[in-house]
């Protein structure tokens, strides 16, 4: 493949169902906290995008609203997008509030 698929195609096998969630949020790293924006969202990762550098095995911390912070490493960056992987999986209850809080409705991102 050509192009962002392309150079993602090594990072496409998902655990879970990606969908579409629109988000700002505080991701915390050794470096200090940056803003971030959470585009997609499952139950085991998440793509973000950030003004600030991220780089890959990089460990942080997401913070969204008052919900508690989704640790996780970056497993790809390509600009200023990264794809993280959380280290324990999101619970249902907590999955679901943050998609009836922040989800895109009428959309579902499947990824296999």
């Known amino acids: 493949m050509d192009g962002i698929w392309g150079e993602m195609k090594g990072h496409q096998q998902r655990a879970s169902i990606r969908r579409p969630l629109a988000t700002d949020a505080l991701c915390r790293t050794a470096g200090g906290r940056i803003p971030v924006t959470i585009d997609n969202l499952s139950c085991h990762g998440c793509r973000i995008a950030s003004q600030e550098p991220l780089d890959s095995g990089q460990h942080l911390e997401i913070k969204i609203g008052g919900f508690e912070e989704l ?5 790809w960056v390509i600009g200023s997008r ?31």
């Open 71 to 75: 640790r996780g490493h970056v497993r």
């Open 82 to 112: 990264a794809g993280v992987t959380f280290e324990q999986p999101l619970q249902g209850p907590l999955f679901d509030d943050l998609m009836r809080l922040h989800g895109i409705v009428g959309h579902m991102m499947v990824d296999r």
